[in-house]
């Protein structure tokens, strides 16, 4: 069937694991040209809806360099690692970076010879003391999950380029609507598409986009070696978040610092995490760095009760923020670091990051205020 007079306003779904080849010499130009001459052999190495994923990322990043889409948020992480690092590197971190970047990077890459190091993030931005000869990458969040410590990007960035080290900066918590790494020098943003960019709970992706097109290519090959490429469903579902990305993140961060206003003044809670808040010690800074004046929809409680046992309670009281091991979907959800981001680490581990037993990551959805406002008052009592 003929689809040439066929211009849909919508990019279909390119449902198909192979594209077909008229003659061995469009074969040949596919092997032989740069970007394969326009055509598609294999989706395992690309198709038409992970490169129109790539694109809206880099567009929204600025990321001239383009990248590669994922299965999984880690899967982006893997990849990002492997494009810049081997056998006998190092890469420096944050002490306050997400366990599951930890787990990947402490056990899975360690065994393949990559090293990894952590420091305290305020000790992070003297990079030339905490560097090795073989360090290659620094890798740190824009936002620390679960509590929400503020990055300073642009001065991170600086002492990365002082010393010829890459830097790789993971944005899930605030997505292109709040922050542009690149902006301030970063080398590739990182996001688990699984989050803020697809929005929905219902796609498991990530997106890595590079300044340098030496980079992305790079990127590209190790998620087709590796066979990590997002299929095309997924591909498709993450751009389709995209288109309302803006709108979103507005309603999360308004609901967001209603909700954070809202537990400050509740006897129930100890201490609330949330940057939009002048309490909160990185607030300053996130309001010079962050944009549109936004601080996302994900903040941190710990309970005045600060035990497992209350937080339970809050949970099984709840309506409309139900225990969920991830974040940043339209609905409200709420997660108990301990037992799921964080689990991988030592109790003495997560004691010395500031998760108690009765820290509580909220994520804050876009339903009305008064109805999230309503349910935490109730599940607090």
């Not at 306050?96 to 402490?106: A, T």
Request: hydrophobic residues 45%; negative net charge.
């Amino acid at each position: 069937m003929d689809l040439t007079p066929i211009h849909p306003k919508v990019t279909p779904i390119y449902q198909t694991s192979v594209f077909k080849f008229a003659s061995l010499a469009e074969l040949e130009t596919y092997y032989t040209t740069p970007d394969h001459g326009g055509m598609y052999g294999y989706s395992r190495s690309e198709h038409p809806n992970s490169d129109e994923l790539v694109a809206e990322v880099a567009k929204l990043e600025g990321a001239t360099g383009g990248g590669v889409a994922t299965g999984a948020g880690l899967a982006g992480l893997l990849a990002a690692v492997l494009a810049t690092c081997q056998a006998g590197d190092h890469v420096l971190c944050p002490a306050e970076l997400y366990g599951g970047s930890v787990v990947l990077l402490s056990q899975e890459l360690a065994r393949l010879g990559i090293e990894t190091s952590y420091v305290p993030l305020a000790e992070l931005y003297d990079v030339a003391r905490h560097r090795r000869p073989n360090t290659k990458l620094v890798l740190a969040e824009v936002l620390s999950n679960p509590l929400l410590v503020v990055l300073d990007g642009p001065r991170l960035a600086q002492a990365c380029q002082r010393e010829g080290i890459l830097l790789l900066i993971d944005s899930s918590f605030t997505s292109p609507m709040l922050t542009r790494p690149l902006d301030w020098g970063a080398d590739l943003v990182w996001h688990s598409a699984t989050k803020y960019l697809a929005g929905h709970s219902d796609v498991t992706a990530g997106v890595v986009v590079a300044r340098d097109p030496a980079l992305g290519k790079r990127l590209r090959q190790v998620a087709t070696n590796l066979g990590l490429m997002l299929a095309p469903l997924d591909s498709w579902l993450a751009v389709r978040g995209l288109r309302t990305l803006r709108l979103r993140m507005r309603q999360h961060s308004e609901n967001a610092l209603a909700v954070a206003q809202f537990l400050v003044a509740s006897p129930a809670v100890a201490q609330v995490f949330y940057p939009g808040l002048p309490s909160h010690p990185g607030h300053e800074l996130a309001a010079a760095q962050l944009l549109n004046g936004l601080y996302g929809g994900m903040l941190s409680v710990r309970l005045a009760d600060d035990t497992a046992a209350a937080v339970d309670t809050f949970i099984q009281k709840t309506r409309l923020f139900p225990l969920a091991p991830s974040l940043a979907g339209v609905q409200s959800s709420c997660s108990y670091p301990a037992a799921t981001s964080h689990r991988g680490l030592t109790l003495a581990q997560r004691q010395a990051l500031g998760i108690t037993p009765g820290v509580l990551r909220l994520s804050v959805g876009i339903e009305e205020p008064a109805e999230l406002l309503a349910d935490l008052q109730q599940a607090l009592q």
